[in-house]
Nanobody, 124 residues
Framework: QVQLVESGGGLVQAGGSLRLACAAS????????MGWFRQAPGKEREFVAA????????YYAESVKGRFAISRDNAKNTLYLQMNSLKPEDAAVYYC?????????????????WGQGTQVTVSS
């Protein structure tokens, strides 16, 4: 059973940066696809970024492209989301997710495992 634990959220001023981490355990990760999603109050959970654990291709939502970067550290079994030039509209609970396979990496329903989420607050 894959377990995911996010960390790194917090309060930051607009224009600032945060790096989220997702520590993975309890499984073999080389065949997993990983994603970051976020959910603001009153809104649906939305795709932010994705990549395969064993690959190099990365995928981003248009709203974060050029500002956010997804990466991983195989030795630490940890997925990261570097967030730069943060905007108030980036404020949300950010979730890490994993799946053995997906047809559409943008859909939350494609993911089998989820972390508990970490809050990101951006002040204007």
């Amino acid at each position: 059973q894959v377990q995911l634990v996010e960390s790194g959220g917090g309060l930051v001023q607009a224009g600032g940066s945060l790096r989220l981490a997702c520590a993975a355990s309890g499984g073999t990760f080389s065949n997993l696809a990983m994603g970051w999603f976020r959910q603001a109050p009153g809104k649906e959970r939305e795709f932010v970024a994705a990549m395969r654990w064993s690959g190099t291709n990365t995928y981003y939502a248009e709203s974060v492209k050029g500002r956010f970067a997804i990466s991983r550290d195989n030795a630490k079994n940890t997925l990261y989301l570097q967030m730069n030039s943060l905007k108030p509209e980036d404020a949300a609970v950010y979730y890490c997710a994993a799946t053995g396979a997906y047809r559409d990496y943008r859909l939350p329903a494609e993911y089998d495992y989820w972390g508990q989420g970490t809050q990101v607050t951006v002040s204007s």
